[in-house]
Structures are given as structure tokens and as C-alpha cells.
């Protein structure tokens, strides 16, 4: 059944040749037709129109205007006639400039952009598309050109005129991303599994590679959860009459003599498994499926005659999918790693072959397989329906790390949250083992982390291939990615559910000058900041330097428990083991303390690290087969009381789950009561206590639990960042001396001000500043 939607009528002004259309008091589509023909399907982009029933006037022939329409948040003037810059235009109420508050229709707006199709030979910075918010708080959508979703097939327009829409909800990001997924569809729930590490690599593995790989994989405990087959699963050396061999659906029995056994195998390794496929040249008769293509196609199989790629076609539609891809899915393929490289849509009568690609595969993996997935490539504002995205082939460089970062908070921008970039690099570089293990940590912190390099046979990702010191912390960094699954999961149901992507820049929290400079720093989930590491390190001190902008607050080291006081901009410094992550003050973080087990299902034991100094309520959302359990964390720290409530109408918690709950930064405390208490023991950082049977409600007071004093931990960490500074003994011991002995902070700071090495004194500082 086709579906068509204009939005409410009691919504919509219309005239000659114009409607509009309030959609919110804070977005309204404007269209214009010279035939009176507006367009009511869903398209490319939007698939809801009736998001609510806004507030708003309207007059009519006023101040020479035909029209103005009127919310709370904008004001529309429309003169009549075809939409000119002169006819139309609308007017904020929000003031953020003292001259750009309006919007001449056409007019390109300047916004805090968005993303772009790929970073295939990216080496650096590259030019963003715009996107949906701006600081002066509108922006606005050209939707003219998509095509439109009939009976769930996409077809070009025949309607032709202006379909746009303008967005003005000031510096509400949230908002303006909610009702933006209110429109156009929120992001699907990604497959727990795809949460955790990727391994990828453009080489041509046999089969007793493969498996000897992940053997490896598994006795240096690397966990992986998804195996990725690069081209040459299929075959590539094909006869010349064929053409290029970067088409193909044939396992490479050379390489793959037993496929079935291969993908049987790592799935009872708890691996999920997808192949890379270059779909452009179609079906072509040196394939396997070939011959049922060709029947079902009516192909004349003596001249070869090829199925030409051609979603558009129903027939041909049908056998890629029954014929070849379903064949190869019965084996074991999981789903699909759509690697379309031949450009957008020819002509405006055509639809972009990549938007036919996403919506079709992800349609058949969800109808088969219940949670869809798709690696594929971005096609422009709607393709967060279609998860994961593919950023694409970059070079190895600083440059290329150094962008990353920003690219992928921004695309928040546009509502496109899930990036999978080639972590490492993909191609061309050099060797560098802190670049390497750098990229890494930042894919940790990812939407997505995976691993892929080229097929040069020196490029490949294991960590085994760096030296021995990076070699451990990348194996100890990607454990850590399988122990953040929980909470990574938990965002991944927020995003699908209330529009809040796993990583977004700093400005949609704070709304002050400062979140907008710091563009590469940003919130990983509610409760972490991550500021990644995108140069290189100081050689005498053996340390990187980032420049980060703590918030208001207390915000605490991820992986020391150290507290830094916010409102503040600071350098901070890390050698190879540690990463800038912080736990804002109150953050409650669920982690998963076996991280070498199976990621799928819901883990028996929990680790939740808890953080003091303010008041929090956290939601853990689980979930499994299209039914969720919600944990609620309520965390009253003026009171020292913390409540946790488990709702599971359907059991799918683990029965008897044990949670760890783990208090950072904290003097010893009591409890009261403790019934459920198994253990209470503590360390120089933390306090422990394990409770079993969490589904039954608990409720307990800490008593005697105040911030811990750190100037322990500070005198540690300072004798070890000298112990490793490259610097001259005597002034490692001078130093050293003048730090125990000062009686203030400042006075040391006053001898840091003598030293002749400022970087020296900068790095210095930061300890300082703990105290």
C-alpha cells in the first residue's frame, strides 16, 4: 500500500501554486509548484510529516505580504509568486547575531556542518556537506531532487517545484536532532555484536590462515566479535572477456576450499561474519549462481549475456537477492559489506545507485535476519536508516587521525551516528607504532571499531606486527573495547529510542564559545568526554599533549580515578598506557568484566563504576529479540544513597546477575542496610561491594563517604612521569625535591616558572593543578 503524507490539514496553508506546511512551532515545509502538484509520498529523506499539532497564526494580506505565518520561534513573509530570495524569506526570534537572523529562501545557510560521502584518499581535512544546526540558530533543507518511496519501492519524482524545509531551533541541538529523526526515521538498534572489535584486512587469506589468525587472535586474548572477508573471498582473476574481477559472488575455492566449514567455524568462536561485495558490474556467467540468474533472468547463457546491475528492475531485484546473496547468508554470511565506488545517480531521472543499494539490503537483512546491518557507504540526509557506514579508504598519516575526530561528532550534525572508519589508516603511510596504537585507542572510542589497512603485505593491523610495549597496550585497549559493550549498547537503544547518538560535540551540552572551539574533543555517551590523542609525543618526556576544556564540575581519569576540577582549559599529558577519557563527577558507567566472552549474550556479571561529587540517574537499557530490560541507577550523592530498580517484564537479564559496583574516588564508607552485600573490600582508589540477585530491588545509605584526598595518587604520578621524562637526572631529582617540599601549590608553581624547558613546566603543571 503506497503511503502518502502532506501532514495534518489543520497544519497546512495553502494558495496558488504554494503550501506550507507547520510541521512544529520550530520547522515548516515550504513547497511551490507552477501546476499545483505537491508531492505526498515519503521520500529519501522524510518518512513522517505528522509530528504533532504546533502552535502558530497566520495573516494574510498584511504589510504588502500575501502571506506571514507566525510560531513563537519564526516568523514567515511570503510576497506571492514563484519562491525568490525576494518573496520569501523568514526571520528568527532567537537573536544570536546582530545581522544574520534571516533567511532569504535559496540562501546557503552557514551552519556547524555535517558529513560527507567518504574519505576514500582523504589525507587530512576534508569539506563537509552542511548540516542541521547552526549558531544562528536555522538552517534549511532542499529536499527538491530526492526521489520519493512508492509501495516501498524508490523512484524519481514526477513532481517538479520547490520542496524544502527550514529548521530554527536556536542551540536546542537535541531537540532539533529528535524531531529531525521525527521526520526523516530514527536509527535502527544495531546488533549488540557490532558493538564490539572488527577485524578487517584487504589480504588474500586462505582458509588455514584465516582460522589460524583468530586461533592467534584468541591465545593472545584479542577479542573480536566480527570477522570481515575483504574481495578476495570471490574471484578476482577472471577471464579477460569478463572485464574486471572487482565484481564477484564465487568463493575463491583455492583460497576457501571448504567456505561453509570457515564461517561455521568462527560462528562457534561467537563470530559473526560479513563479505565485502562490489556489486556495479551485476551477474556475469563465470559466476557460481550464474546459471539460475540467467533462468530466471531469461539471459542467453551461449553469448554470455550478463545481468546488468539494475536495482530499479523488480526481476533483477529478486535474483540478486534470492539467487545470490540469500545462497551465500544460508552458509553463514551474516550481512553485507556494500563497497559501491562508481559515483551517484546519472541524471535527475535516475536514482543514486547507492541509496538503491542501502535501502534494499538493509530491507532484506532485516526481514531475514530481525536486527539489520549493512557496512556500507553514507548517500546523503536519511542514510542514518541504514547502518553502519563506511568513511572510506584514507591515508595513513597524523593528518588523516587528526580529523577523524571532529568528522565524527560533527556528523551528529546530520543525524549520522554510526561511522566506521578504517582504524590504523587504509593505505600508503609509513610505519609508525605510536600512530598505530593512537588510531587504535581513538577506535575504541568510536561508534565503531574496526580495524583495516590495504593489501600491502607490511600494513597489517595485528597488534603483534608493533613492538612489544605497544603490542600489549593494543591488546589491552581492545579487551577494554568488549568490557565497554554494555554501556555502548545501552547507547545504542538511546539513540534508536529518544535521538541521542553515542558521540556528539561539546555545544550540544554547553552552550558557550568555548564548546564550539574544542571541536575535537566530545561526549562519548552520557556520562564520558573523550579528547583524543592526534599528534605526536614529546620524546624527552615520553608523553602527548592535549589541550582539553573541562566543563563546570568534577570530571575523573577513566583509567587512574585522579580528579580534575572543570570550568577550565588544561594540558594534559599521557603516555602510551592511558587515554584522556573522563567520567563527568556523579557518572555512572557499566562495563563488562569478562570482556573474552561471547558480546551477544546479556552478561551474567556487571561492573559499574560509580563517581562521586554530584547526582545522576543513569538508565541501562538491554535488549534481545525485540524485548528490553531497563536497570535504573539513581544516584542521590548530597544524600550517599544510591537506588537500583530493575524492570524486565520479559526476563531477559541473566538470572542471579552479580553486579560489582565500583566507587571511585571515595574515603571508606559504611552501609547500611546490607543484606545483599557478598564481599566488601577497597583499595587506594576504590571501593568494592558485590551484590548478587540484583533482580531484586536495592537500596542502600553510604555512610562516611566524602571525595578521597588524592595527593597520594598525585606524588605517584609524578614520580612516574619523571622515572619515564627523557630529561637530565639532576633535574629529575631537583624537581622532585622542590615538589615535596613546597608548602603550597603556588609555590611551587613559582619554580616551575624559572625553568628554561616551558614544555617541561606545562607537562609539570597538570600534576600541579590535581593537588
Same mark, same amino acid.
Given at each position: 500500500?503506497?503511503?502518502?503524507?502532506?501532514?495534518?490539514?489543520?497544519?497546512?496553508?495553502?494558495?496558488?501554486?504554494?503550501?506550507?506546511?507547520?510541521?512544529?512551532?520550530?520547522?515548516?515545509?515550504?513547497?511551490?509548484?507552477?501546476?499545483?502538484?505537491?508531492?505526498?509520498?515519503?521520500?529519501?529523506?522524510?518518512?513522517?510529516?505528522?509530528?504533532?499539532?504546533?502552535?502558530?497564526?497566520?495573516?494574510?494580506?498584511?504589510?504588502?505580504?500575501?502571506?506571514?505565518?507566525?510560531?513563537?520561534?519564526?516568523?514567515?513573509?511570503?510576497?506571492?509568486?514563484?519562491?525568490?530570495?525576494?518573496?520569501?524569506?523568514?526571520?528568527?526570534?532567537?537573536?544570536?547575531?546582530?545581522?544574520?537572523?534571516?533567511?532569504?529562501?535559496?540562501?546557503?545557510?552557514?551552519?556547524?556542518?555535517?558529513?560527507?560521502?567518504?574519505?576514500?584518499?582523504?589525507?587530512?581535512?576534508?569539506?563537509?556537506?552542511?548540516?542541521?544546526?547552526?549558531?544562528?540558530?536555522?538552517?534549511?533543507?532542499?529536499?527538491?531532487?530526492?526521489?520519493?518511496?512508492?509501495?516501498?519501492?524508490?523512484?524519481?519524482?514526477?513532481?517538479?517545484?520547490?520542496?524544502?524545509?527550514?529548521?530554527?531551533?536556536?542551540?536546542?541541538?537535541?531537540?532539533?536532532?529528535?524531531?529531525?529523526?521525527?521526520?526523516?526515521?530514527?536509527?535502527?538498534?544495531?546488533?549488540?555484536?557490532?558493538?564490539?572489535?572488527?577485524?578487517?584486512?584487504?589480504?588474500?587469506?586462505?582458509?588455514?590462515?584465516?582460522?589460524?589468525?583468530?586461533?592467534?587472535?584468541?591465545?593472545?586474548?584479542?577479542?573480536?566479535?566480527?570477522?570481515?572477508?575483504?574481495?578476495?573471498?570471490?574471484?578476482?582473476?577472471?577471464?579477460?572477456?569478463?572485464?574486471?574481477?572487482?565484481?564477484?559472488?564465487?568463493?575463491?575455492?583455492?583460497?576457501?576450499?571448504?567456505?561453509?566449514?570457515?564461517?561455521?567455524?568462527?560462528?562457534?568462536?561467537?563470530?559473526?561474519?560479513?563479505?565485502?561485495?562490489?556489486? =556495479?558490474?551485476?551477474?556475469?556467467?563465470?559466476?557460481?549462481?550464474?546459471?539460475?540468474?540467467?533462468?530466471?533472468?531469461?539471459?542467453?547463457?551461449? =553469448?554470455?549475456?550478463?545481468?546488468?546491475?539494475?536495482?530499479?528492475?523488480?526481476?533483477? @531485484?529478486?535474483?540478486?537477492?534470492?539467487?545470490?546473496?540469500?545462497?551465500?547468508?544460508?552458509?553463514?554470511?551474516?550481512?553485507?559489506?556494500?563497497?559501491?565506488?562508481?559515483?551517484?545517480?546519472?541524471?535527475?531521472?535516475?536514482?543514486?545507485?547507492?541509496?538503491?543499494?542501502?535501502?534494499?539490503?538493509?530491507?532484506?537483512?532485516?526481514?531475514?535476519?530481525?536486527?539489520?546491518?549493512?557496512?556500507?557507504?553514507?548517500?546523503?540526509?536519511?542514510?542514518? @536508516?541504514?547502518?553502519?557506514?563506511?568513511?572510506?579508504?584514507?591515508?595513513?598519516?597524523?593528518?588523516?587521525?587528526?580529523?577523524?575526530?571532529?568528522?565524527?561528532?560533527?556528523?551528529?550534525?546530520?543525524?549520522?551516528?554510526?561511522?566506521?572508519?578504517?582504524?590504523?589508516?587504509?593505505?600508503?603511510?609509513?610505519?609508525?607504532?605510536?600512530?598505530?596504537?593512537?588510531?587504535?585507542?581513538?577506535?575504541?572510542?568510536?561508534?565503531?571499531?574496526?580495524?583495516?589497512?590495504?593489501?600491502?603485505?607490511?600494513?597489517?593491523?595485528?597488534?603483534?606486527?608493533?613492538?612489544?610495549?605497544?603490542?600489549?597496550?593494543?591488546?589491552?585497549?581492545?579487551?577494554?573495547?568488549?568490557?565497554?559493550?554494555?554501556?555502548?549498547?545501552?547507547?545504542?537503544?538511546?539513540?534508536?529510542?529518544?535521538?541521542?547518538?553515542?558521540?556528539?560535540?561539546?555545544?550540544?551540552?554547553?552552550?558557550?564559545?568555548?564548546?564550539?572551539?574544542?571541536?575535537?574533543?566530545?561526549?562519548?555517551?552520557?556520562?564520558?568526554?573523550?579528547?583524543?590523542?592526534?599528534?605526536?609525543?614529546?620524546?624527552?618526556?615520553?608523553?602527548?599533549?592535549?589541550?582539553?576544556?573541562?566543563?563546570?564540575?568534577?570530571?575523573?581519569?577513566?583509567?587512574?580515578?585522579?580528579?580534575?576540577?572543570?570550568?577550565?582549559?588544561?594540558?594534559?599529558?599521557?603516555?602510551?598506557?592511558?587515554?584522556?577519557?573522563?567520567?563527568?563527577?556523579?557518572?555512572?558507567?557499566?562495563?563488562?568484566?569478562?570482556?573474552?566472552?561471547?558480546?551477544?549474550?546479556?552478561?551474567?556479571?556487571?561492573?559499574?563504576?560509580?563517581?562521586?561529587?554530584?547526582?545522576?540517574?543513569?538508565?541501562?537499557?538491554?535488549?534481545?529479540?525485540?524485548?528490553?530490560?531497563?536497570?535504573?541507577?539513581?544516584?542521590?550523592?548530597?544524600?550517599?544513597?544510591?537506588?537500583?530498580?530493575?524492570?524486565?517484564?520479559?526476563?531477559?537479564?541473566?538470572?542471579?546477575?552479580?553486579?560489582?559496583?565500583?566507587?571511585?574516588?571515595?574515603?571508606?564508607?559504611?552501609?547500611?542496610?546490607?543484606?545483599?552485600?557478598?564481599?566488601?573490600?577497597?583499595?587506594?582508589?576504590?571501593?568494592?561491594?558485590?551484590?548478587?540477585?540484583?533482580?531484586?530491588?536495592?537500596?542502600?545509605?553510604?555512610?562516611?563517604?566524602?571525595?578521597?584526598?588524592?595527593?597520594?595518587?598525585?606524588?605517584?604520578?609524578?614520580?612516574?612521569?619523571?622515572?619515564?621524562?627523557?630529561?637530565?637526572?639532576?633535574?629529575?631529582?631537583?624537581?622532585?625535591?622542590?615538589?615535596?617540599?613546597?608548602?603550597?601549590?603556588?609555590?611551587?608553581?613559582?619554580?616551575?616558572?624559572?625553568?628554561?624547558?616551558?614544555?617541561? =613546566?606545562?607537562?609539570?603543571?597538570?600534576?600541579?593543578?590535581?593537588?
Amino acid at each position: 500500500m503506497t503511503k502518502r503524507q502532506s501532514g495534518q490539514a489543520s497544519n497546512i496553508i495553502s494558495g496558488q501554486n504554494y503550501r506550507f506546511t507547520v510541521l512544529t512551532e520550530r520547522m515548516i515545509r515550504l513547497e511551490y509548484s507552477t501546476d499545483h502538484h505537491f508531492e505526498d509520498h515519503l521520500t529519501q529523506m522524510v518518512q513522517n510529516r505528522n509530528l504533532g499539532t504546533p502552535d502558530f497564526k497566520v495573516y494574510r494580506q498584511r504589510n504588502h505580504h500575501e502571506l506571514e505565518i507566525v510560531t513563537d520561534y519564526f516568523h514567515l513573509y511570503y510576497k506571492g509568486g514563484p519562491f525568490t530570495a525576494e518573496s520569501l524569506y523568514i526571520d528568527t526570534k532567537y537573536g544570536y547575531s546582530s545581522y544574520d537572523n534571516r533567511w532569504n529562501f535559496g540562501q546557503p545557510v552557514n551552519t556547524l556542518k555535517g558529513t560527507v560521502r567518504t574519505l576514500d584518499e582523504a589525507d587530512g581535512v576534508v569539506p563537509l556537506e552542511e548540516g542541521l544546526m547552526s549558531r544562528n540558530g536555522y538552517a534549511a533543507i532542499d529536499d527538491s531532487a530526492s526521489f520519493i518511496i512508492e509501495n516501498d519501492l524508490l523512484r524519481p519524482r514526477t513532481a517538479i517545484g520547490a520542496d524544502w524545509y527550514y529548521l530554527a531551533y536556536g542551540h536546542d541541538y537535541f531537540s532539533c536532532l529528535k524531531d529531525y529523526y521525527q521526520l526523516t526515521g530514527f536509527p535502527p538498534l544495531l546488533p549488540r555484536y557490532a558493538l564490539g572489535n572488527w577485524w578487517s584486512r584487504y589480504h588474500a587469506y586462505t582458509q588455514d590462515e584465516y582460522q589460524k589468525l583468530f586461533q592467534r587472535f584468541e591465545q593472545a586474548g584479542i577479542p573480536f566479535s566480527v570477522a570481515v572477508l575483504d574481495i578476495n573471498w570471490h574471484l578476482t582473476q577472471i577471464p579477460r572477456r569478463f572485464g574486471s574481477g572487482w565484481t564477484g559472488y564465487t568463493w575463491n575455492h583455492k583460497l576457501f576450499p571448504h567456505p561453509e566449514r570457515l564461517l561455521k567455524w568462527l560462528h562457534e568462536r561467537g563470530k559473526k561474519v560479513t563479505l565485502n561485495v562490489h556489486p =556495479a558490474d551485476g551477474i556475469r556467467a563465470f559466476e557460481a549462481p550464474y546459471p539460475t540468474v540467467a533462468k530466471h533472468l531469461n539471459l542467453d547463457t551461449t =553469448a554470455e549475456e550478463p545481468a546488468l546491475f539494475n536495482l530499479h528492475d523488480d526481476a533483477f @531485484r529478486k535474483s540478486y537477492f534470492e539467487d545470490v546473496h540469500h545462497p551465500l547468508e544460508k552458509i553463514g554470511v551474516d550481512f553485507w559489506w556494500i563497497d559501491w565506488q562508481q559515483g551517484t545517480n546519472l541524471s535527475t531521472h535516475s536514482v543514486d545507485p547507492l541509496w538503491l543499494l542501502n535501502h534494499y539490503h538493509f530491507k532484506d537483512s532485516k526481514q531475514r535476519h530481525g536486527e539489520g546491518l549493512i557496512l556500507s557507504r553514507y548517500a546523503g540526509l536519511g542514510s542514518h @536508516r541504514y547502518p553502519v557506514g563506511f568513511s572510506g579508504d584514507t591515508i595513513v598519516s597524523w593528518a588523516s587521525l587528526a580529523f577523524q575526530p571532529y568528522f565524527t561528532a560533527t556528523a551528529a550534525n546530520v543525524g549520522y551516528t554510526w561511522w566506521s572508519h578504517d582504524i590504523g589508516g587504509h593505505m600508503h603511510g609509513q610505519r609508525d607504532d605510536e600512530l598505530a596504537l593512537r588510531w587504535l585507542q581513538f577506535g575504541v572510542f568510536s561508534p565503531i571499531m574496526r580495524l583495516h589497512s590495504s593489501g600491502n603485505l607490511f600494513s597489517g593491523k595485528e597488534p603483534w606486527n608493533y613492538n612489544h610495549e605497544t603490542a600489549a597496550i593494543m591488546r589491552e585497549f581492545l579487551r577494554l573495547r568488549h568490557e565497554l559493550i554494555p554501556y555502548l549498547d545501552s547507547a545504542n537503544f538511546k539513540t534508536h529510542k529518544f535521538g541521542q547518538p553515542l558521540v556528539r560535540p561539546m555545544y550540544y551540552h554547553h552552550d558557550e564559545p568555548t564548546a564550539y572551539e574544542f571541536n575535537q574533543q566530545a561526549m562519548f555517551g552520557s556520562e564520558m568526554l573523550v579528547a583524543p590523542i592526534v599528534k605526536p609525543q614529546n620524546q624527552r618526556l615520553k608523553q602527548s599533549k592535549v589541550t582539553i576544556w573541562f566543563p563546570e564540575g568534577y570530571w575523573f581519569d577513566f583509567f587512574t580515578g585522579l580528579r580534575y576540577r572543570g570550568n577550565v582549559i588544561l594540558n594534559v599529558f599521557r603516555d602510551n598506557h592511558r587515554y584522556p577519557v573522563f567520567v563527568r563527577a556523579g557518572g555512572i558507567v557499566p562495563l563488562n568484566p569478562y570482556p573474552l566472552s561471547d558480546p551477544t549474550p546479556l552478561p551474567k556479571t556487571l561492573t559499574i563504576k560509580l563517581y562521586p561529587g554530584a547526582d545522576n540517574v543513569y538508565h541501562l537499557y538491554e535488549h534481545q529479540a525485540n524485548c528490553t530490560a531497563v536497570t535504573t541507577f539513581t544516584w542521590d550523592w548530597h544524600k550517599r544513597r544510591l537506588r537500583i530498580k530493575v524492570t524486565d517484564p520479559n526476563q531477559i537479564i541473566p538470572k542471579r546477575r552479580i553486579l560489582q559496583l565500583h566507587f571511585i574516588g571515595v574515603t571508606p564508607f559504611t552501609v547500611h542496610p546490607a543484606p545483599t552485600i557478598k564481599n566488601n573490600t577497597s583499595t587506594h582508589k576504590q571501593r568494592i561491594i558485590f551484590i548478587q540477585n540484583a533482580g531484586a530491588a536495592f537500596d542502600a545509605t553510604f555512610e562516611h563517604m566524602a571525595l578521597a584526598p588524592q595527593r597520594d595518587l598525585v606524588v605517584e604520578r609524578l614520580f612516574d612521569k619523571l622515572r619515564r621524562a627523557q630529561i637530565d637526572y639532576d633535574l629529575k631529582e631537583l624537581i622532585w625535591q622542590k615538589f615535596i617540599s613546597a608548602d603550597s601549590k603556588i609555590q611551587f608553581i613559582s619554580f616551575l616558572n624559572t625553568l628554561n624547558d616551558q614544555e617541561l =613546566a606545562t607537562f609539570l603543571y597538570e600534576i600541579v593543578y590535581l593537588m
